[in-house]
């Protein structure tokens, strides 16, 4: 889930259609689903239909709210390779559904994703590295599953609304701004 724009290539969209052919070699019936929408939509499409397999990949597009709950509920691994994430919120979300993530290892979502835990932070210029990642969870899922169920815990401490307000009211009352609501 992702602004697939030409202003937004920093998140190599290519490196994971790339990786992707090397991962349906292994694994016929793996798919890859790509949300979003942009004007290097038509340019990554193009890619994808000269190195996937017609049948294996998707570009949906953007989706309703409804769609977008059904795609996270249709996943087993969130992938992207971003190496210029302010944050990485879209991974947040995923670790809310139980998806293990794989992120790019040169910007803030690492801050999110935390590596050997909730998932791997990779070179996102390496589609070798996010091959042989997505193999490995597809592999074995009870990884997967560990490192859904701890992003999941990681989201629920960190990224609610709930704990957010948490942490503010603590950082405020450490400064000495008592009695905020």
């Not at 004007?39 to 989706?63: I, N, S, T, V």
């Not at 290892?105 to 390496?126: H, I, P």
Request: net charge negative; aromatic share 8%.
């Amino acid at each position: 889930m992702t602004r697939l724009s030409q202003a937004d290539r920093y998140k190599n969209i290519p490196t994971l259609i790339n990786a992707f052919t090397g991962v349906v070699r292994a694994r016929p019936d793996a798919r890859l689903l790509i949300v979003g929408d942009g004007d290097d939509r038509p340019h990554l499409e193009a890619l994808a239909a000269k190195q996937l397999p017609p049948g294996c990949y998707r570009f949906a597009g953007l989706l309703s709210d409804a769609a977008i709950q059904s795609a996270w509920e249709e996943s087993s691994i969130f992938a992207l390779p971003s190496d210029g994430e302010g944050f990485g919120l879209v991974f947040a979300e995923a670790m809310s559904h139980g998806l293990p993530c794989l992120c790019g290892n040169r910007d803030a979502a690492r801050e999110v994703v935390q590596s050997d835990e909730t998932g791997w932070s990779l070179d996102a210029q390496n589609p070798a590295a996010w091959t042989a990642s997505i193999l490995q969870l597809l592999a074995q899922p009870d990884l997967a599953d560990s490192m859904g169920t701890a992003g999941q815990r990681r989201y629920a401490q960190l990224f609610t609304a709930e704990a957010f307000r948490g942490r503010i009211r603590s950082a405020l009352a450490q400064n000495g701004f008592a009695g905020t609501s």
